[in-house]
């Protein structure tokens, strides 16, 4: 007998050995016909034993470490700002992923300064014609709001707590660097429109960028294409909210939060 039927017989013989119902006789048969060519039940346990693994070593936060009765502090709304921030920058990047698909970052169309652009022409297309597309701007836009403003309070936590002070003073540099980010982010998103406002904001840019001391001139011809606004300006603006910040934030995320996991949270004693 072949040790594939072997295999077959063995599987028909636990099955009808227990008292199952159709579903689970049906899952498990599937299972069994999937696990079969794809192993996956291996796999499943190297996730089990990585899990039960990783648990082992995380760090103990100041209640379990001394057995505290109260766990008030797991449940301290300042101490959830961190992961609210992060869900804030999913919730945006997958809204604004979609708004990609109908956004165009052109400048055409403008005969005089003042005129409706082709991006412009664009965002109001996603408002008025587009179904849903109102709702999906407002929900881009209130998230990349939340956002700012749950990291700006979690570093406020974080000074006001000193859980900046050793050994986490490299995970609060990152927190620097990441609200940083998270500002330009916000500015580079609020020019796309290409709007008055938005040119005008860009225009405080380069000013800003100029009155940088050495570094001026080239910051403002590398970010915003020369001292005047143009195309130049609103695709490098384009390349780097979508293509540029989304990969170096979600990288220092990860390890802001994998630095997290091994220190721990500071919770005040």
Known sequence: ??????????????LKSQDLTVIE????????????????????????????????????????????????????????LGSLSI???????????LL???????????????????????????????????????????????????????MLRVYFTGAYKEPREVNWILGVILIGLTLFFGFSGYVLPWKQLSFWAAQIGVEMALATPIVGEWAAQLLFG??????????RMYILHVFVLPFVVTSLIALHVGIVWVQGIAEPH
């Open 1 to 14: 007998m072949s040790l594939k039927k072997r295999d077959e017989m063995d599987h028909n013989a636990w």
């Open 25 to 80: 006789t049906a899952f498990l048969t599937t299972l069994i016909w999937i696990d079969k060519r794809l192993r996956i039940v291996d796999y499943l346990e190297l996730l089990e034993t990585m899990y039960y693994r990783a648990n082992l070593q995380m760090p103990k936060s100041h209640t379990e470490q001394y057995d505290l009765d109260n766990k008030f502090w797991y449940w301290y709304p300042l101490y959830s």
């Open 87 to 97: 869900l804030a920058y999913l919730v945006a990047a997958v809204s604004g992923a």
């Open 100 to 154: 990609g698909f109908y956004y165009s970052p052109s400048t055409a169309g403008a005969a005089v300064q003042g005129d409706p652009t082709a991006a412009y022409n664009s965002v109001v297309t996603i408002l008025q014609d587009v179904q849903f597309g109102f709702m999906l701007r407002s929900i881009h836009n209130w998230a990349a709001q939340f956002m700012v403003a749950a990291v700006f309070l979690h």
């Open 226 to 235: 020369g001292f005047t606004l143009g195309q130049a300006t609103l695709v």
